[in-house]
């Protein structure tokens, strides 16, 4: 082999050694990237979760058990506990939402929820007037409905909502955005009843009552 030949052979053995080795780094570039992305989900994932992570829910505080004995009532039972959204206190909106997916059991009938299923947003929607024993332990009425909250290109969102004298209820237990309330559920002859009790948490996972 000539000295030509040689070093066509020594660039072409170079050329294809660079070639290798930049497409390397590429690839591995590529892989950094990756995996800088997929850290960044996990972390996003982590700190959703730790926001809508809430302690154990406490048992129902005894002045309410002693208030809903007193009434006869029976079947306690929790029906969901959540951190008021800023539409919960708006007087706006005059509603507390109830989403299907916070909770904790199944609370009416199927007599009950076949009335609320009645009704729909484009008449007048079913609503049941039930009692209502709120944070301060006065006793009033509120109504049940179910809503069916549509948005463009995404399927409909259904929630119960207490409407009606709710404004009223926030304004007398200074109710505000971001705190933790429970709804708890009993029955008076069978009857629907509910409850309202504002929590506070603590770093300890525990609950301090209002």
């Known amino acids: ?26 690839h591995q570039g590529r892989l950094t990237e990756s995996s800088k992305i997929k850290k960044k989900k996990q972390k996003m994932a982590t700190r959703c979760d730790q926001q809508y992570t809430t302690p154990p829910p406490p048992d129902l505080p005894i002045k309410f058990r002693k208030r809903i004995r007193a009434l006869r009532g029976s079947d306690i039972a929790l029906v969901i506990q959540k951190c008021l959204f800023k539409t919960d206190v708006s007087s706006g909106h005059n509603r507390l939402s109830i989403p299907f997916n916070q909770i904790r059991q199944t609370f009416l009938t199927p007599q009950e929820t ?17 009692m209502l024993i709120e944070p301060s332990l006065r006793r009033g009425t509120i109504s049940l409905r179910k809503w069916e909250m549509k948005k463009a290109s995404e399927t409909a969102t259904s929630m119960y909502v207490l409407v009606g004298q709710w404004n009223s209820v926030a304004w007398r237990n200074a109710l505000r955005e971001d705190e933790t309330v429970q709804l708890w559920l009993f029955r008076i002859n069978s009857k629907l009843c509910l409850a309202l009790v504002k929590r506070r948490a603590k770093s300890n996972g525990y609950f301090i009552e209002f």
């Open 114 to 130: 076949e009335f609320l299923n009645s009704g729909d947003n484009k008449k007048k929607c079913s609503e049941m007037e039930v």
């Open 1 to 26: 082999m000539d000295v030509v030949d040689g070093e066509m052979k020594i660039e072409k053995e170079y050329d294809q050694g660079f070639r290798v080795e930049h497409e390397g780094d590429d």
